[in-house]
């Protein structure tokens, strides 16, 4: 048996090591759901981070290419 005690009211309680095991599971997939939540983020952020920075070095390729083509024509 395990004591709990809840944090809203302060008031202890037993509880049997099913019970237990079930709101330790609830707590670790609350805690593994928000992680992972906020590593999906960060994922979807590296990646439209990188698609921008591809975007640029396209802009800057195409600027050098039109800059070394008007310096061949002189």
Do not use: P, W
Request: charged share 40%; aromatic share 4%.
């Amino acid at each position: 048996m395990h004591e709990i005690i809840c944090q809203k009211c302060k008031q202890a309680f037993k509880i049997d090591e099913a019970g237990y095991a079930d709101i330790v599971k609830q707590v670790r997939d609350t805690e593994f759901e928000q992680q992972l939540n906020e590593r999906l983020g960060l994922a979807e952020k590296e990646k439209e981070n990188a698609v921008e920075l591809a975007k640029e070095q396209v802009v800057n390729e195409k600027r050098m290419e039109k800059r070394m083509g008007s310096v061949l024509v002189l």
